[in-house]
């Protein structure tokens, strides 16, 4: 295994930000992760996957260890289901095209998130009505500070939006090696979000399979999300705030037009909504900006650093708080 010294992070993020790593290396397998692990575990380890879901404020001064665990195999099926087992470092959309292809239901929903499957539980993946949790089956993990190898089932995980055990206890102190999750060989269409139905109606699909849905989806997010080839971002920057009913009741007073879906606990406000009611829709100072068709998107136009994107977010934040008395939280993963 090769250990790399000062090395730009620039490809690795999907910021694109120009940052150095003090220690960079790959591994390919567990018994590589847990030697880097035992031998450069003093250097604060990162662990780090597709870099989609992070934003590197300054060079990081430890050891950047990055997941290469291939391997997408069916471990176990009957005539009703299957269940998939997938290396940590895969891409999480040639799962989906793995599962799409063999008509294993569940995954398609989630097309073309970007990212890596050791990833995915990390903030419970979801778009268009699903989340990754609804297929789970359990994963494998080395817990650095135990040093030992466990296996997590869905109810050992603590899955909500965007939020997990892994973003919580455990944060820091583990590496995702490989994720199960259990298909469907007679899958159920969920067409739910209005805009798969619109996107398959445009498409003259009446009778959609899985593959369709993964099309549609594979659309409308090319349509509606930056390229982060083209232009840096991270997805999402902000998630979706969930308030209280006494809360939605006060700001509809105000607002008649906010617009909110129901939730677990409350009621959900588009992040979004209220950014571009705070008038940061298309705001660009200097390479940092507001992306122009979908606010929740933060971007870098070439070269910003990742203290001009943080900064960017400390004041829409200030902004969000002041006007809505609503607290954002960020999504990304800030280092
Ligand atoms: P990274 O950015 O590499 O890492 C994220 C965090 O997990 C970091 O803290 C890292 O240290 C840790 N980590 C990564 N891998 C491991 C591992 N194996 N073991 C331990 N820790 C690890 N997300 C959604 O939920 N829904 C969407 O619709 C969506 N759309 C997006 C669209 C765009 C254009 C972009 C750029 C991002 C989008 N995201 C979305 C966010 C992102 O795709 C997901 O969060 C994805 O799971 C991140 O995977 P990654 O491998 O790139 O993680
Ligand atoms: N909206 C605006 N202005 C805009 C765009 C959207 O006000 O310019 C409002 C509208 O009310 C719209 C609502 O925001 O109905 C929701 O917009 P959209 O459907 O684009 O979804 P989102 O809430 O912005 C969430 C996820 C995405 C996921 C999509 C599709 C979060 C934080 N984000 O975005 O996930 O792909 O739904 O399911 O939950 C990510 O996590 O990185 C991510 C991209």
Redesign the pocket.
Known sequence: MKVEQNISLKPY??FGIDVKAAYFAEFNNENEAVELLQEYGKYRP?????????LFKGNYEGIVLR?KIKGIRIVKENTTEAVIECG??EV?NDLVNFAVSRNLGGLEN?SL????V???P??????YGVEQKDSFESLE?FLINKKTIQVFEANDCAFGY?DSI?KRTLK?N????KVRYRLSKFPVINTEYGAIREKLNALGVTAPGIADVSKAVTEI?KSK????AIIG????FFKNPVVSHEMFIHLKSQYPNIPSFPAENGIKIPAAWLIETCGWKGYRKGDAGCHIHQPL?LVNYGKASGNEIYNLSEEILQSVKERFGIVLER???V?
């Open positions: 993020n999907s990162l662990i780090l996957g597709g870099g989609s879901n992070i997941n940590g470092g999480w989630l998130i970007p990212g890596s050791g990833a995915a990390i903030q419970n993946i979801g778009a993990a965007r892994f820091g583990f590496v995702i090696l997010r999300l930056p390229d982060p971002n991270a997805g999402s998107v999504e990304v993963n280092i």
